[in-house]
């Protein structure tokens, strides 16, 4: 069983707060009572961003979340634990002009590499072999984990869905960050939280999610992944 009380008194950030994935599980883990920071380019947008998912946590019941909103860098250095859910393009940038604030802090990234063309969604390549593998490379002071690909914004937003049915594969180098993030995936209801291997793994989890956007598109649903087998 995950232990939980690693997240005691921890506050995550999430830098692209303003973002569907990056909005939908702070959304989800304000209604699990962590306390998060919405970060955004804009202190402003990301202040208005805070207050609705503040809203929408009371409205379906939930008491006592604590979100706030802030640019990116006061994010950064305000949160424990921060999540990169920025788009691909200018990644790399952005995560490098935070080093300073994001030093000697575990940063989860959830970015996909991925374009679409006529012929429907599909992994770009990145140089460093993945999203989570360039972000390490331009936060060498920081722990980078990857994690939260393959959840649907979608469901994630839905609180009336009372539990997201999809495993989370989370990928590091150090047992004691990886189970910091899988308690993180833990507190969302339904989600599992599965340890899939060093940071090198990252790039066929990041690939996957245009697999899935395929299916979703043809069977018009936000469907998650599940690993299954004995013991599991």
Request: net charge negative; charged share 20%.
């Amino acid at each position: 069983m995950t232990d939980l009380g690693v997240l005691e008194g921890v506050t995550v950030g999430v830098l692209g707060g303003t973002g569907a994935q990056g909005r939908g599980l702070a959304l989800r883990w304000a209604a699990a009572g962590i306390p998060v920071v919405l970060g955004s380019r804009d202190a402003g947008r990301a202040e208005v961003a805070a207050k609705e998912v503040a809203e929408l946590v009371a409205a379906a019941g939930f008491v006592g979340a604590r979100v706030t909103g802030a640019d990116n860098a006061a994010t950064a250095a305000q949160a424990d634990v921060v999540l990169a859910a920025v788009p691909w393009d200018g990644h790399g940038e952005l995560l490098a002009s935070l080093a300073a604030e994001l030093e000697g802090k575990v940063v989860v990234d959830c970015v996909n590499p991925i374009g679409f063309g006529k012929t429907g969604p599909f992994p770009l390549e990145v140089a460093e072999g993945s999203a989570a593998q360039q972000a390490q490379s331009v936060l060498p002071g920081s722990r980078v984990i990857g994690a939260f690909h393959n959840v649907s914004a979608v469901v994630l937003a839905d609180l009336s869905q009372a539990e997201v049915d999809t495993d989370v594969l989370v990928v590091g180098e150090e047992r004691a960050d990886t189970d910091l993030v899988i308690a993180l995936a833990d507190t969302i209801p339904g989600v599992r939280g599965l340890f899939g291997g060093r940071l090198a793994n990252a790039g066929q989890v990041e690939k996957l999610t245009a697999n899935l956007i395929a299916i979703n598109r043809r069977h018009k649903t936000h469907a998650g992944i599940r690993i299954t087998g004995h013991g599991l």
